[in-house]
């Protein structure tokens, strides 16, 4: 067996299995076996150089745990001259408009305004990108929710949503104006598109970024998202190629109030796409049948379900609560796993991102996962028998109780008060 | 014959991840490796493929040598030829490198047997990302049909292929042209019991592993190397402060429900005072 200098030991739960360890271990000493690099103390010779590249800091030397805290600071943010001037040529905000038939999704207008944020702390413009067919309304619109350009491309070939043809468009508008920064909406769609550009762009994408923030030192987009399971976040920078790219999910920023007296100018382009190129015909749209199904995303109130409710029946409970309120209900993965309620509903970093003026949870235990999904709820109220229950850490008020007793107490006197009225009424928008 | 070629990922199985509430990280230890799901789908909707037209089934994975065995568990699912990408090369790869490295793979295989449809599953689990099917899909230049909830056709001689799409508002019906990529959900399909003789032979196959050498590809584009994105920071999740209980949900709730009634009318009171 070899003599290790110094026994190299890992920190399980911190490891995220990134394989940079792996990568650089000169002697095959490093594995990443399922969600854990495994060290193979016959081949380690303690050289140490895992630790320099480790990013979440779970490799150390057994006994040196101090001396490591004090290891070099980061010198990340540093790019070569050269490429940095290449890099310079790319400037400006853009926003990916998602539209269908002049019908904008709310996500885009919510990216606008973090997007008018990051303009302004890089000093630079805040653009729209709008691709449809008769879309000039579109246009004219983003301006009111902050964009100080729209490049539109309007064209029949995109009359309905479809990759190639889009992603055409935009590579089009990226090429031709360069634009720093890129964002869209991390909807069905934008994730079909998004995903699609980077590629032939040859740049960095970030996916369900919860965070963005300019880095102004190194002109640099940092990009937070919650990684393995939500109970870690990530920031993530693209520092050499342009332009940097994110998806957001619908309701994690928040849309400037619309002002229709802002301006935007129009530059417009054309498609070079023909009917030939694209490869894929859409034959047939068929609606969802289901007419009540939730809009979570953007309901004013919602009432969440946990397991708590100890079984499938008590979602009638949280109904009856939803109704009196005039909400709808929502529930945690625990409930859906079990097939108590359908995915639809489902709150969390596996479900839905909701953002209404009032959440209350009952019987949800409060999970990273639970959370991530509706902690910027304005007011959230928890209901669980257990006090210490994570949910009442991140809950404005909480009761601690059987939900059995106290939920239908609520329902009584909400109906009793009308509740309905108070909450959602003259304070409505 | 149709020839498909199935993109899979070996993935923690993250409904076993539990947190450790004294530290509040993840408890990695003991969490079984499994095929992403979405991908063990995909590979389900391969084999139905194969049942009702015949079809040439492989499966292609990218990943550490052990990932061999969600190869072979696809092979059990009814896949012919699983073929795994394992190089210290391919370390530390974000998605824009691991599609080109699939990608290299697929023209390999598409160059030795030919490949008319390539299947990847919506997302991994483990990154959630959805990004690389869609990378696949433009590297190749071919059409890209995501979130597949259904094939109800396939014509080989005319060269096309009917999916049924799942969206927001709907199920949308496209018909594309030969040689694609789709890309599933859950929906498509509940996955099946592989029977005992695919079983037996799943676990007597053993997977070709190629390495960066086997491939058409620039070393620069590989791995970390090759990743335009890098991680520069991990950390806890901010810790949000604690709101009030409100006493008296146990012994009598009516009260307690009445305060909270209270608050929250003040609350709204509140707001709309300041608007
Ligand atoms: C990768 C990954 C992704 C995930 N994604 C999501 C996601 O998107 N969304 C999500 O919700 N979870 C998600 N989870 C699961 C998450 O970790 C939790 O397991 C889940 O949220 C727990 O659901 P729960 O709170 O309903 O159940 P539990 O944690 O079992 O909590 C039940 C609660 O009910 C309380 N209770 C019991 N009886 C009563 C009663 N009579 N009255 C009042 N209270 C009562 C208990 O005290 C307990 O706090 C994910 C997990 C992983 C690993």
Redesign the pocket.
């Known amino acids: 067996m070899r003599k290790a200098k110094r026994k190299l030991q890992i920190i399980a739960g911190q490891c995220i299995v990134c394989g940079l360890c792996e990568g650089e271990c000169p002697f095959d000493a490093i594995h990443m076996e399922g969600d854990v690099a495994v060290i193979d103390y016959e081949l380690c010779t303690g050289c140490g150089k895992c630790i320099k590249v480790c990013p979440t800091d779970c490799l150390y030397f057994e006994g040196e745990e101090e001396a490591e805290e004090a290891a070099e600071p980061e010198v990340a943010e540093e790019v070569a001259p050269e490429l940095e001037a290449g890099l310079a040529e790319y400037q400006g905000v853009w926003i990916y408009i998602e539209q269908s038939g002049g019908q904008v999704h709310p996500v885009s207008w919510e990216l606008l305004g973090k997007g008018r944020e990051l303009a302004d702390a890089l000093g630079c413009e805040l653009a729209a990108m709008v691709l449809g067919e008769d879309v000039d309304d579109v246009a004219v619109a983003t301006g009111y929710y902050g964009a100080d350009k729209a490049y539109v491309i309007d064209d029949p070939l995109l009359a309905h949503y479809r990759t190639h043809p889009f992603a055409e468009g935009c590579l089009k508008l990226v090429r031709e104006y360069r634009p720093e920064i890129v964002l869209i909406g991390a909807t069905t769609l934008g994730r079909d598109l998004a995903g699609a550009i980077a590629t032939d762009l040859h740049t960095g994408l970030t996916a369900d970024c919860t965070g963005l923030v300019i880095d102004e030192q190194a002109r640099l987009l940092r990009q937070t998202r919650p990684a393995f ?2 109970n870690i976040m990530a920031t993530i920078l693209c520092k050499e190629h342009r332009p940097q790219m994110s998806t957001v999910r619908p309701r994690v920023m928040e849309a400037l109030a619309p002002d229709e007296t802002r301006q935007v100018a129009i530059v417009r382009e054309t498609l070079e796409v023909s009917e030939e190129d694209i490869g894929v015909a859409v034959e047939e749209f068929r609606p969802d049948a289901d007419l009540d199904k939730p809009n979570l995303q953007y309901a004013e109130i919602i009432c969440a ?6 079984s499938p029946r008590g979602f009638e409970l949280m109904k009856e609560l939803a109704d009196a309120l005039g909400g709808v209900m929502g ?5 859906v796993d079990a097939g108590w309620i359908s995915h639809d509903y ?6 839905l991102t909701v953002r209404p003026r009032l959440y209350i949870a ?9 959370r991530v ?1 509706m902690q910027t709820a304005d007011t959230i109220v928890a ?4 006090p210490e ?1 994570n ?1 009442f850490q991140i809950a404005d008020f909480g009761i601690v ?4 007793e ?1 939920v239908p107490e609520l329902i009584k006197q909400a109906k009793a008060g009308n509740l309905k009225e108070k909450l959602l009424g003259d304070g409505g928008t | 014959m149709l020839k498909i070629v199935i993109c899979v990922k070996q993935v923690p199985d ?2 076993e ?1 539990r ?1 450790d509430p004294e530290t509040n990280t993840l408890i990695r230890e003991g969490v079984p490796a499994i095929v992403n799901p979405f991908d063990a789908h995909a590979t389900q909707a391969a084999q139905h493929l194969k049942a009702k037209y015949g079809a040439h089934l492989t499966v292609l994975s990218m990943g550490p040598p052990q990932a061999v065995e969600a190869i072979k568990k696809c092979v059990s699912m009814g896949a012919d030829r699983g073929i795994l990408l394992s190089d210290r090369a391919f370390a530390g790869a974000d998605t824009w490198a691991t599609s080109y490295a699939l990608t290299a793979g697929l023209r390999r295989i598409a160059d030795e047997q030919g490949m008319d449809l390539v299947l990847c599953g919506k997302q991994a ?1 483990d990154g959630d990302t959805a990004q690389v099917g869609p990378g696949i899909a433009r590297r190749l230049g071919w059409p890209q049909i995501t979130y597949a909830i259904g094939i109800p056709d396939v014509d080989v001689e005319a060269g096309t292929i009917t999916v049924e799409r799942r969206l927001e508002d709907g199920v949308e019906v496209v018909k594309a042209r030969l040689p694609a990529v789709v890309t599933v959900v859950e929906e498509i399909n509940e996955l099946e019991y592989a029977s005992l003789p695919e079983m037996i032979r799943a676990a007597r196959y053993e997977p070709e592993v190629w390495t960066s050498d086997d491939l058409d590809v620039e070393e620069q584009f590989l791995g970390l190397n090759g990743s335009p994105t890098t991680v520069s920071e991990i950390f806890p999740p901010p810790q949000p402060e604690a709101g009030e209980i409100i006493a008296g949900g146990r012994d009598d709730s009516a009260a307690a429900v009445q305060e909270l009634v209270d608050k929250l009318i003040q609350r709204v009171e509140a707001g709309t005072a300041e608007k």
Do not use: P
């Open positions: 399971g939500g379900g946990g397991r708590g409710l100890g529930a945690s993965r625990a409930t489902q709150v969390g970093q596996t479900g009952a019987g949800i235990s409060g999970a990273i996962q639970h999904g209901i669980n028998s257990d229950a949910i109780g059987d939900l059995y106290v | 993250t409904t991840v947190i689990i």
